[in-house]
């Protein structure tokens, strides 16, 4: 059975590997020092600083290890090096909702990488795939919390 490639972008695996550093080289070792802190204080089956701080050290490894899997799995992808006129991966799509005459920009990331405060959607989410494959000019329908909603794509580029 193949691997399932975990798709980021450049951005989403610097944070990745940055974040994983983050927990080897600062949150593992405060961690081991909580613990420490925690298990002088006595008794160990009511020391409420000692049972947060292991259930810590169970939250840290499995992101360490999630993390980890992610990165070994990436397949990383370079906006700037793509071109076409098709919305793919990657893509920095501008659409026009068609209802309210409003313009918005999203740029299609990996799964953990949407943000619409910064104007990044995943490519899981419904409006990302409504749109890949689609070409300026096309008109999408999709169904949003709010109701279906309709949009013209208006400009597609790669940066």
Do not use: C, W
Request: hydrophobic fraction near 40%; avoid cysteine; proline fraction near 3%.
């Amino acid at each position: 059975m193949a691997v399932e490639r975990y798709v980021v972008t450049r951005e989403g695996f610097a944070k990745l590997r940055a974040r994983l550093k983050q927990i080897k080289e600062v949150d593992r070792p405060q961690n081991v020092r909580d613990i420490e802190e925690a298990r002088a204080h006595g008794d160990l089956r009511e020391n409420a600083e000692f049972h947060a701080a292991k259930d810590r050290q169970g939250f840290l490894e499995g992101e360490l290890r999630s993390i980890e899997d992610k990165l070994s799995r990436a397949q990383v992808i370079d906006p700037a090096s793509l071109a076409g006129d098709r919305v793919v991966f990657g893509a920095t799509v501008t659409v026009l909702n068609v209802e309210t005459d409003e313009e918005v920009t999203y740029k299609i990331v990996g799964e953990d990488e949407g943000d619409l405060k910064q104007g990044t959607i995943s490519y899981k989410a419904p409006i990302a795939r409504a749109l890949i494959g689609r070409e300026e000019g096309d008109e999408i329908v999709f169904n949003a919390p709010g109701g279906a909603r309709t949009f013209e794509v208006v400009e597609i580029a790669f940066v």
